[in-house]
């Protein structure tokens, strides 16, 4: 590096230290003192990460820096649906090793608090990190990760954009286990895919990208690394490809105050908000002493759909005693499923805590 500049580094951080008690970084050096992997917190990061260290998203697509030294970031999603970035690293290797040191420090930053879901680009290395460091965390591939190489994968199938498009929908649209199964036996047949070994890799790792086994548990509405993209859009006006890791740092101050702020403002908004009832139900009313602003204008879509919806109990309304079972068909959706309603099947238990739909909207 130039000389000073990673000193630079670490004069800014200690000087941030002066300000901020609770503020953690950790360098790395190798053998002969160069700079291997930097990770580092803020306070309000720290705090963000006590209430939302639910689903969280790990991400280190981003150069910003003349090194080309990946910056990696932690990033969740709070009670205002923003995304929040809980802590960054910059790294020098992208191996096992530095997976691994880096998750360690960041989990050591965080009082060894570990997420209860994460999703990574679908990495080799970061898998194998993950499970050694974080062996009880639910492991996810970002699915836009995976959809982005269909093209390749798909190369030399005919009609290319419709096979792509069957199946995004075949993984997307099916919520019921039996029928994700069945129309992959169906796809890889028809498009004569049985000897590409990508398909047959992703289908052995089905349960970490495919959204039907994933359901069961919280993610906050995230599928992808998107909200760390998004997060890099942000850095974006505050950083370029040339910045020393100086300026890098600088910069990168100047935004995550600015992010802070913004968070802070969506509190202050929520707070001063008086939400009008959408319906008489008196469970909307409790949602109300419940939400946000933001989850609630979000939440207020799906009451609405209510109104197009069906239900109908099915002949084996009762077979498991205690369990009420009911079959909920959604007309909102006729246009886009070929005129005919989606169906959901819906159980819970009259008295106790056991809800579920075959959508999994109220687990995930």
Avoid at 243 to 268: C, D, G, N, W
Avoid at 295 to 324: A, I, M, N, W
């Amino acid at each position: 590096m130039q000389e000073g500049d990673a000193q630079s580094l670490l004069n800014f951080f200690r000087e941030i230290q002066v300000k901020d008690r609770e503020f953690f970084y950790s360098v790395d050096v190798d053998n002969i003192g160069r700079l291997r992997n930097v990770v580092w917190v803020h306070s309000h990061c720290k705090a963000a990460y006590e209430q939302f260290h639910d689903a969280i998203c790990f991400d280190t697509t981003y150069l910003v820096n003349r090194y080309n030294m990946p910056c990696a970031s932690f990033v969740g999603i709070n009670h205002h649906r923003q995304s929040i970035l809980l802590g960054c690293a910059l790294m020098s290797h992208e191996d096992i090793d530095s997976y691994k040191l880096v998750f360690r420090t960041w989990l050591d930053a965080m009082g060894n608090v570990h997420p209860d879901a994460i999703i990574t680009d679908q990495c080799q290395s970061i898998k194998v990190a993950i499970a050694e460091v974080m062996p009880n965390t639910i492991h996810r591939y970002c699915i836009s990760h995976i959809f982005s190489k269909l093209h390749v994968y798909l190369s030399g199938v005919r009609p290319s954009k419709i096979a792509r498009a069957e199946f995004q929908s075949m993984v997307l649209d099916s919520i019921i286990v039996e029928v994700v199964e069945r129309k992959w036996t169906e796809y890889i047949a028809r498009y004569n895919l049985h000897t590409r070994n990508w398909f047959i890799k992703l289908y052995s790792e089905k349960g970490k990208w495919v959204p039907v086994y994933l359901d069961v548990y919280f993610w906050g509405g995230m599928l992808s690394t998107q909200r760390s993209e998004g997060m890099h859009a942000f850095f974006d006006r505050y950083i370029t490809r040339q910045s020393t890791l100086k300026m890098f740092v600088h910069q990168y101050e100047l935004a995550i105050r600015a992010k802070h702020e913004k968070e802070l403002e969506a509190e202050y908004r929520s707070k001063g908000f008086q939400i009008v009832c959408e319906s008489m139900f008196k469970w909307e009313q409790q949602a109300i002493q419940c939400y946000t602003r933001t989850v609630y204008e979000f939440f207020k879509t799906q009451l609405r759909k209510l109104y197009h919806c069906e239900v109908s109990s099915p002949d084996d309304h009762q077979v498991v005693p205690g369990v009420e079972k009911f079959i909920v068909s959604d007309y909102s959706v006729i246009i886009k499923n070929n005129g005919n309603p989606v169906e959901y099947t819906v159980e819970y238990i009259l008295i106790g805590d056991y809800f579920s739909c075959s959508c999994k909207w109220f687990e995930s």
